[in-house]
């Protein structure tokens, strides 16, 4: 097993493409020191058993995966079948794809779910953000705000997508409010009624 959420899914149909096996075995012998002597062994084997099968489900519904490379297994030397590095991952997606799902979507708010597990290993570990490509990740945070706004520009006034732009740049500084449009005032000499 390579790592824990190979493990969660091992004997998958990605894996088998890249060359890679687990045996049942395996599998069982990882998740079972995994559990730690707390887990059900009934749903355990529902795990390992289903699990390549609900890879290809999700695959089917339109959610990839992909094997990555460069992460270490944490219980590498440690846990029966642990070895090398890797894992499976859904490949990222853009909110907007999801329509109307969209808004029903939690995402962490510190945690980055921005960038893949490559990336972040790449980066130092997840643990490690003050190691990360801090301009990468501004950059990824700035191009998901342009796509967002790109879906109701033709709706706002030229003021208004100004006002969206200077409170996502003053995000930190407004802490997290957005600027609020002045009411427009009549011009002089205007007609007032009511």
Not at 12 to 27: F, K, P, V, W, Y
Not at 70 to 92: C, M, N, Q
């Amino acid at each position: 097993m390579r790592d824990e959420a190979k493990a969660a899914f091992g004997g998958n149909h990605l894996m088998r493409q890249a060359g890679e096996s687990d045996t049942r075995d395996e599998i069982i012998r990882y998740r079972t020191f995994l559990g730690g002597g707390e887990l059900c062994e009934a749903r355990m084997l529902a795990l390992v058993d289903r699990s390549p099968e609900a890879v290809e489900f999700f695959e089917s519904c339109g959610i990839p995966f992909r094997l990555t490379g460069g992460i270490v297994d944490h219980y590498l030397g440690v846990a029966p079948g642990a070895r090398g590095s890797g894992t499976l991952e859904a490949e990222l997606i853009s909110g907007f794809e999801l329509g109307a799902w969209r808004d029903n979507v939690r995402t962490p708010r510190h945690a980055p779910y921005f960038v893949t597990a490559e990336e972040q290993y790449a980066w130092g570990g997840i643990n490690r953000y003050s190691t990360w490509d801090q301009a990468r990740a501004a950059l990824t945070r700035i191009a998901g705000f342009f796509a967002k706004l790109r879906t109701t520009a033709e709706q706002l006034t030229a003021l208004e997508r100004w006002y969206r732009i200077l409170s996502q740049a003053l995000k930190k500084f407004l802490r997290g409010r957005n600027l609020v449009l002045p009411r427009q005032l009549r011009p002089a000499g205007a007609a007032s009624y009511g």
